[in-house]
Nanobody, 121 residues
Framework: QVQLAESGGGLVQAGGSLRLSCAASGRTLSMSRMGWVRQAPGKERAFVASITWSTGSTYYADSVKGRFTISRDYAKNTMYLQMNSLKPEDTAVYYC??????????????WGQGTQITVSS
């Protein structure tokens, strides 16, 4: 099992920035990738970004490319999401997730509890 703990959510004005962190613990050696998935009110969960744990290769949803940056500190088993130029449509609960396989999209084996991001206009 892998346990995930997110931090860094909150309220920000449009155009502002926030940084999310996700600390992984437990069987972290089993992780192949980690990522962020968000769920806006009344909508399904949607892929935001992911990172291959061993190589650091990154992938982004088109809606956040150029504004969000995913990164990881391999030694600390911690993943980050730097979010710049935030828009009201970025408002959602953001979930940290980890996968034992290198899959695409928003399918993961392990999930954090989620953190609320609210972007005011």
């Amino acid at each position: 099992q892998v346990q995930l703990a997110e931090s860094g959510g909150g309220l920000v004005q449009a155009g502002g920035s926030l940084r999310l962190s996700c600390a992984a613990s437990g069987r972290t050696l089993s992780m192949s990738r980690m990522g962020w998935v968000r769920q806006a009110p009344g909508k399904e969960r949607a892929f935001v970004a992911s990172i291959t744990w061993s190589t650091g290769s990154t992938y982004y949803a088109d809606s956040v490319k150029g504004r969000f940056t995913i990164s990881r500190d391999y030694a600390k088993n911690t993943m980050y999401l730097q979010m710049n130029s935030l828009k009201p449509e970025d408002t959602a609960v953001y979930y940290c997730a980890a996968d034992r396989r290198l899959r695409l999209g928003s399918t993961y084996d392990y999930w954090g509890q989620g953190t609320q991001i609210t972007v005011s206009s």
